[in-house]
């Protein structure tokens, strides 16, 4: 596969719930990032990481817990959501120093009832 | 980074040139101009990017003006898969502080 991959690509979760969004990217970048897109609204930058260390959170709440294990790979953990947490989260990668855009995945659409 | 500026919708005829303007009067030396678009519920595309000279790919072509305070972003020939949100953001390149912050951009709607 080529580019930033994303799954699920749909999750339906209820509150209690416990569930994990996944990226990988097979791009080579060592940047990679977090974005929440709500209905009708702008994205949001939730989280950074770059060379596996987070740079920024985004005042994001604890419910959401960012992983970033290796350049290749990074985790969004999510539990005791709340409905307004329904949206699309988009992860995203990049090359540092590089002149370019970011690489966007399809994101996974998140529903929790 | 600076703020942009841009229209909230603009229709466009199939088979004629999309003209998205973008405004940003506050743009710094160092700031590069960047085009995303959003097709419905899909993650953002690169289209093209530019400092102070004009910029064609296979996508688009990136217009700035002189003063660097303006740009407009050129679809040719659109098309109904060209119908989507076009984001104009400026930034410097490079680093990943140097985060992508979107707006609400402009909304393309391509008709038949």
């Known amino acids: 596969e080529t580019g930033v991959t994303q799954t699920p690509r749909h999750l339906v979760m209820g509150m209690t719930n416990k569930k994990s969004l996944k990226c990988e990217q097979h791009?080579?970048?060592?940047?990679m990032y977090w974005y929440k897109q709500s209905a009708k609204k702008p994205l949001e930058l939730m989280f950074v990481?770059?060379?596996?260390?987070?740079?920024e959170n985004n005042s994001v709440p604890s419910r959401f817990s960012p992983e970033c294990p290796n350049s290749s790979h990074l985790f969004l953990h999510l539990h005791t959501l709340q409905p307004e947490d329904s949206a699309l989260y988009l992860c995203?990668?990049?090359?540092?120093?590089?002149?370019?855009?970011?690489?966007f995945g399809s994101g996974t659409r998140l529903t929790v009832v | 980074d600076a703020k942009t500026t841009q229209p909230t919708s603009m229709d466009c005829a199939e088979g004629r040139a999309a003209n998205l303007p973008c405004n940003h009067s506050?743009?710094?030396?160092?700031?590069?101009v960047y085009w995303y678009r959003q097709i419905h519920s899909q993650g953002p595309q690169y289209i093209i990017h530019?400092?102070?000279n004009n910029e064609t790919n296979e996508m688009a072509s990136l217009i700035i003006t002189e003063d660097r305070k303006s740009s407009t972003l050129i679809l040719p020939h659109a098309t109904l898969r060209d119908t989507a949100v076009y984001y104009c953001?400026?930034?410097?390149?490079?680093?990943?502080?140097?985060?992508?912050?979107f707006g609400t951009g402009t909304l393309l709607a391509v008709q038949p």
């Open positions: 995203a990668s990049s090359q540092d120093g590089v002149v370019g855009g970011y690489t």
């Open positions: 791009l080579g970048h060592n940047a």
């Open positions: 990481y770059s060379l596996e260390e987070r740079v």
């Open positions: 506050t743009i710094s030396g160092n700031e590069y």
């Open positions: 530019g400092l102070k």
């Open positions: 953001i400026v930034r410097t390149h490079g680093g990943a502080t140097n985060k992508l912050i």
